[in-house]
């Protein structure tokens, strides 16, 4: 029989009827199998919702030996442990001193004190186009370093004023 003999002969709720065998046909092709119970549902459901805790146990457990392994990082003596992010922050504070204060200045200061000298040596004025011009820096890297470590600062000021740990 087909869809359109249903249609003709027992109208719309025959037609109703096929489409939603066809669906399940087209289903159980697909799949390879019937429909899942309530109760299959149900189970499927409740191993999931137990997978997703046992993850959240697993990165909360992650989380609190990272929190301890820093608190120990930041106790220690050593330079080599506790003293790297400081050691970040001088290099940002380095790296913007060298962009916004010694690459304008500098120039300026040994034209300067070269113009004075050259008026008392004027032989020196030849060596004066061998000096290349100083490298600037990449302060997209740079300013994204220390908006970070800037972020990780407040959020660690915050902590403290919260008086967490």
């Known amino acids: 029989m087909s869809i359109l003999d ?7 709720s025959t037609l109703g009827g096929t489409v939603g065998s066809l669906a399940k046909d087209i289903r159980t092709a697909i799949t390879g ?4 119970t ?12 137990e997978m997703e805790k046992l ?8 989380n609190e030996g990272q929190m301890k392994l820093n ?8 330079l080599f442990r506790g003293g ?3 050691a970040v922050g001088w290099i940002c504070v380095c790296g913007l001193a060298y962009q916004f204060i010694v690459l304008p200045i500098f120039p300026w200061m040994v034209s300067i004190v070269s113009h004075t000298v050259y008026s ?3 032989s020196l004025a030849l060596l004066s186009h061998k000096v290349p011009p100083m490298p600037p820096l990449d302060m997209g890297t740079l300013l994204s370093l220390l908006m970070g470590l800037l972020g990780l600062g407040g959020m660690r000021t915050f902590e403290k004023i919260k008086g967490l740990k």
């Open 6 to 12: 249903d249609l003709l002969k027992s109208g719309v």
């Open 33 to 36: 199998k019937e429909a899942i």
């Open 38 to 49: 309530a109760a299959e549902r149900e189970k499927i459901l409740e191993n999931v919702a």
């Open 55 to 62: 993850s959240l146990q697993a990165d909360m457990a992650i």
């Open 71 to 78: 608190e120990i990082e930041e106790g220690s003596g050593s």
């Open 84 to 86: 790297w992010r400081p």
């Open 120 to 122: 008392f040596y004027p």
